[in-house]
């Protein structure tokens, strides 16, 4: 049985921590949604802050809701925002929101990413932003390194209001094993997106375990989204781009 709790930050008196099975899931500060925690989650902060116009509104769609840190990101910096969270844990998701009620324009929808990203498309949806961050426990599902998964969730990018950008997370062990996987995944679904990953230095030089941030865009990824990662880290922060990335993620292919 799943053990959910929640637990007072010890540096805000309206932070709350998610546990699962005692491990820390997400960080949520309930008056200030813009104050992103986690080191991973502030590089996909980052991200969305320099994609399309700062401040404009975007169709967004989250893949694992874990506490809706991101879903509230975006709603506090980019208000009028249309996002949708697919979870499938419904009593996790049933209990953030008791705790902590989602904010407007927040749409929640209890099923199994792997049925939903092809639904999605097949209903003839389009997203600016897609955020990926499915994990049980350390472990991501099997699909998500699937091209015929990244293909279809690649398809539900828009880019009628500019370059539309898939973020995921990718919780990896030294070697970056599970990074080269994924970003192979996304190259062979849609041949020509570009990639960019952003991470500790230690963790994408392949010493370390940690968090790495993939982006990739179908139609290119804004210029300002490597700088911005490089300049506000949060650091050491190495940022992989075009030979670098091409180096580190398929050399060895």
Known sequence: MTRIEFERDVFSSHGWTLLVD??????????DPGRLFF?????????IDAMATPGAPLRALHLGGGALTIPRYVAATRPGSA??????????????LERLPA???????????????????????????????????????AFVADV?????????????DGPPLLIANVADAAGLGRLREQARAIARARPGTELLVAGDAGVLAGAEEGNAV????P????????????????????????????AVLFGAC
């Open 83 to 96: 996002q949708l969270v697919v979870e499938l844990d419904a009593e996790l998701l049933d209990l953030v």
């Open 214 to 217: 993939l982006v990739a865009g």
């Open 39 to 47: 080191e991973y989650v502030r590089r996909i902060g980052h991200v």
């Open 103 to 141: 904010p407007a324009g927040v749409e929640t929808r209890i099923a199994d990413a792997a049925h939903a990203v092809p639904a999605l498309r097949e209903a003839g949806a389009g997203f600016d932003l897609v955020v990926l961050d499915l994990y049980s426990r350390l472990d991501p599902p």
């Open 219 to 246: 139609a290119g990824i804004p210029p300002l989204v490597a700088e911005r990662l490089a300049l506000h880290g949060p650091h050491p922060a190495s940022v992989l781009e075009r030979d670098r990335l091409d």
């Open 22 to 31: 005692g491990t820390a899931q997400s960080h949520v500060d309930a008056e």
């Open 148 to 160: 015929a998964f990244q293909r279809e969730l690649l398809a539900l990018l828009d880019p009628a």
